[in-house]
């Protein structure tokens, strides 16, 4: 359950972020530039070192690569370590803009509830694949499991007002990953199993989009007249879950002991 909860917050994680940005990049100030920078110099120069020192307390078996080598990179270290931070802080004012409602004229409430909506909207089908998989092991949840991770798109649609078009759109990509999916892991169980079910997401993934566009241009080309599978705005919309997804599945710990993947549950 927690790795399928995991993977679908990072499924959501993209558009948060993109929508956060948008608002939070609509009026820029130097003000906000100089403070994310203030923020983070401190975080890269203090917190960051401080925490790996801890770590290093933690793990004293644990040997630094450079101790004995080549000596380390300062500058590149700071500089890598401030990029990071920046984009921590950064990302955190996406996200706290988003929340905030700043730049809109809904208030906080409404915009933190539009928040937890948008994650809980883009979640919902990650998670459901997810469980799904987690569950092939075990022969009488198999088939319900999957019923369930294959009609998500629809209940989706039925839960967060989803037109016919996007549920289908949704529904067809994500039954090839679901059962693809199944088999896969029927074969090659594994604490590497999560990360071939990443590369899978993000093949079917590419496959479909370029085929949606494909058959747009040619039905443009030949002045058909039907509706587009996909406008630009939907397609990144898209691109964005998919990619979302496929993180998710590779940030994701694997939830079962090496060697016990569908016998012995972990902490996870």
């Not at 909207?121 to 469980?131: D, I, K, N, Q, S």
């Not at 990443?198 to 590419?206: D, E, F, G, T």
């Not at 080309?221 to 919309?237: K, N, V």
Request: hydrophobic content about 55%.
């Amino acid at each position: 359950m927690a790795a399928s909860l995991w993977v679908a917050i990072c499924g959501a994680a993209p558009e948060f972020i993109w929508q956060g940005l948008r608002i939070a990049l609509a009026h820029p100030s130097w003000t906000e530039f100089f403070s994310a920078l203030l923020i983070g110099l401190i975080l890269a120069f203090f917190v960051e070192p401080a925490m790996e020192r801890i770590r290093d307390q933690l793990r004293p078996a644990r040997h630094h690569e450079g101790g004995d080598g080549e000596p380390r990179k300062v500058v590149f270290t700071a500089s890598l370590s401030l990029a990071f931070a920046l984009a921590s802080v950064c990302l955190h004012d996406a996200i706290t803009a988003f929340v905030s409602g700043r730049g809109s004229d809904v208030g906080a409430n409404s915009a933190l509830a539009a928040g937890i909506m948008l994650v809980t909207e883009w979640a919902f089908v990650p998670f459901a694949v997810t469980l799904a998989w987690l569950c092939v092991w075990q022969r009488w949840l198999r088939v319900p499991m999957g019923v369930i991770g294959a009609a998500s798109p629809w209940l989706a649609g039925l839960l967060f007002d989803w037109s016919t078009h996007d549920v289908i759109t949704t529904a067809i990509p994500c039954a090839v990953i679901l059962c693809l999916g199944y088999r896969m892991l029927l074969r090659k169980p594994g604490e590497h199993a999560f990360a071939r079910c990443a590369r899978l997401v993000a093949l079917v993934a590419a496959i479909w989009l370029a085929i949606a566009l494909l058959l747009d241009a040619v039905f443009t080309l030949s002045h058909a007249d039907h509706r587009e599978i996909y406008d630009a705005p939907e397609f990144w919309t898209d691109v964005r879950f998919y990619v979302g997804w496929a993180l998710g599945l590779m940030l994701a710990p694997w939830p079962y002991h090496r060697g016990a993947a569908a016998v012995r549950p972990s902490k996870y």
